[in-house]
C-alpha cells in the first residue's frame, strides 16, 4: 500500500493545500453568515431562505463552490490527521492508517459529487 | 576572575559510551562575565575545571555551524547565545535527534548522507568548455537562491524537528533547502532530478510544517519556506509527468 500512496502524495497534498485555503477563504465567512450574522439580523434570514439558497445551489458556479467546499476540506482533514496521528507516535502503524483516512476522504468526496448533481 | 562576580550553573549532559549506560547530569558552578556567550562558559569549564569534557567548536562567530546543543532544551549556536539572557541555572545538552559520541558531540554522519542525496551540485546537461566564458548570473537571478544557500549545516533544524524526532530517515530541512537552492540556480538543470528524489519517500512530503526549523535556524535561511516550494514544484512536476511522461525537459 506505501508505493501507490506515495505515487499519489503530490495529489493528496494539493487537495489537503487546496482545502486549508478554501477553509480559510470560504468556511470562516461561511460561519460568520449563517452562524453569527444570520442569528443577530445583520444579515435577513430570508436571504438564504431555500428558494434562494437552492437557486443558488443549483446553478453551476454555485455547484463548484459547494463541491469545493465538501471534498477539499475533507482531504484536509484526512491529511491533517494523518499526521496528526504520526506525530503521535503512529509511525509504523501509517501503512494501514493513511489508505483508511483517505478512503474515508474518497467516500466522501463521491457523496459530495452525487448530492451536488442531485440538487 | 575578580572576587564578587556573578555566578551561574551548568548542569552538562555527559556521556562517556566506554563508561556509561546512559547519559548523566553533572553541573559546574563558575563564574560568567557579563559580555560571555553559552560557549565561554563551556570552554572555561572545559580549561579551567574539567578537561574531560568534550563538546565542538570552532569559529565563535556563527559561520562554522558546529557548537549547535540544547541549551535550556531549545537547539541553539551556543557561540551565539549570550549568556546574559539566560538564568542562574543553565541546561546544556547534545543536539536532540541525533545519536551521541560523548557528552556533547554528536554523531553527524547521517546527516551528511542526507545532504549529498539531494544532488547538492550544479548539474548541467552539457558542460559549458572554458572558452564559451563563465555562465553570467544577474542579481535577480543570485536573489533567487541567496537566502536557501546562507545554510551553514548547524543541524539546529534537525534537533527542532518534530518529523525529524518521530522518523529519523526524514531527509530533513537542512538537505531539502540545499537541494531547492541548486533548483533555483540559473545555472543549474537538474531541477527534474531533484523533483524525483523529492517525490520519494521520506522527503518532502514528510514535512507537516510545523515551521520549527524555521524558527531555530540562526542564519535565516527559512528552510520550511524551501520544503514547501520543493512541495509545490514536486506537485508541478507531478502534474506535468501525467502529460508528458519523461517529465517535459528531460
Not at chain 2, 29 to 39: F, G, M, T
Request: aromatic letters at 8%; a negative charge; charged letters at 20%.
Amino acid at each position: 500500500m506505501k508505493h501507490p500512496l506515495l505515487k499519489l502524495e503530490p495529489l493528496i497534498w494539493l487537495l489537503f493545500g487546496q482545502g486549508i485555503l478554501l477553509g480559510t477563504v470560504l468556511l470562516t465567512p461561511w460561519v460568520l453568515v449563517v452562524g453569527l450574522a444570520i442569528p443577530l439580523g445583520i444579515v435577513p434570514a430570508d436571504a438564504l431562505s431555500y428558494e434562494r439558497a437552492t437557486l443558488l445551489a443549483s446553478h453551476i458556479v454555485g455547484r463548484l463552490v459547494l463541491l469545493g467546499l465538501i471534498v477539499l476540506p475533507l482531504w484536509k482533514g484526512a491529511h491533517h490527521m494523518r499526521h496528526t496521528f504520526i506525530d503521535f507516535g503512529g509511525a509504523e502503524r501509517d501503512a494501514w492508517v493513511a489508505p483508511l483516512l483517505y478512503l474515508l476522504a474518497t467516500v466522501g468526496s463521491v457523496l459530495a459529487v452525487v448530492a451536488v448533481i442531485r440538487i | 576572575m575578580s572576587d564578587g562576580q556573578q555566578k551561574k550553573t551548568f548542569v552538562i549532559t555527559r556521556f562517556d559510551p566506554d563508561r556509561d549506560d546512559a547519559p548523566r547530569k553533572q553541573a559546574y558552578e563558575i563564574p560568567v562575565h557579563p559580555d560571555w556567550k553559552v560557549l565561554d562558559a563551556l570552554n572555561f569549564i572545559k580549561d579551567e575545571i574539567d578537561a574531560t569534557l568534550s563538546h565542538r567548536w570552532s569559529c565563535r562567530m556563527a559561520v562554522c555551524g558546529s557548537c549547535g546543543m540544547m541549551v535550556d532544551g531549545e537547539p541553539r549556536l551556543t557561540c551565539k547565545e549570550a549568556l546574559s539572557q539566560y538564568g542562574d541555572t543553565v541546561d546544556v545538552a547534545p543536539l536532540a535527534n541525533f545519536p551521541v559520541v560523548r557528552d556533547l558531540v554528536i554523531e553527524a554522519d547521517g546527516f551528511m548522507e542526507k545532504l549529498t542525496h539531494v544532488k547538492p551540485w550544479i548539474i548541467r546537461a552539457k558542460e559549458l568548455a572554458v572558452e564559451e566564458g563563465p555562465m553570467r548570473q544577474s542579481p535577480a537571478e543570485l536573489e533567487e537562491f541567496k537566502q536557501f544557500s546562507m545554510c551553514i549545516n548547524c543541524m539546529l533544524c534537525y534537533s527542532a524537528c518534530p518529523v525529524v524526532a518521530n522518523e529519523p530517515e526524514f531527509i530533513g530541512p537542512a538537505a531539502i533547502a540545499l537541494g531547492h537552492r541548486y533548483s533555483l540556480d540559473s545555472r543549474d538543470e537538474g531541477a527534474a532530478d531533484r523533483n524525483e528524489i523529492f517525490r520519494g519517500e521520506g522527503t518532502v512530503f514528510s514535512c507537516s510544517f510545523a515551521n520549527e526549523c524555521s524558527e531555530v535556524c540562526p542564519k535565516h535561511v527559512d528552510p520550511a519556506a524551501a520544503v514547501n516550494q520543493a512541495k509545490l514544484n514536486a506537485v508541478i512536476d507531478w502534474a506535468t509527468s501525467l502529460v508528458l511522461p519523461r517529465g517535459g525537459d528531460k
